[in-house]
């Protein structure tokens, strides 16, 4: 399974991001951010390859923050 992980610099955002991915039933759960991410944030999207693009169009257009970690 190939997935993609977001990050964000708050908790807020990716608390967010977590309520839109479920409210839109995508494959992505909330993860430890990882250290090479160096993200501001310690909390990480963890995003199924056939949901990213949805999920960055929804948190485009909702205003959320975000980065794409390719580890």
């Known amino acids: 399974?190939?997935?993609?992980?977001?990050?964000?610099?708050?908790?807020?955002?990716?608390?967010?991001?977590?309520?839109?991915?479920?409210?839109?039933?995508?494959?992505?759960?909330?993860?430890?951010?990882?250290a090479a991410a160096k993200?501001?944030?310690s909390l990480a999207l963890e995003v199924l390859e056939e949901d990213i693009e949805v999920l960055r169009n929804a948190l485009d257009a909702q205003g959320v923050m975000f980065r794409e970690f390719h580890g």
């Open 39 to 41: 993200a501001k944030c």
């Open 1 to 34: 399974m190939i997935s993609r992980i977001f990050t964000f610099d708050t908790t807020h955002h990716a608390l967010w991001a977590e309520q839109i991915a479920l409210d839109l039933r995508l494959g992505a759960q909330v993860i430890p951010a990882p």
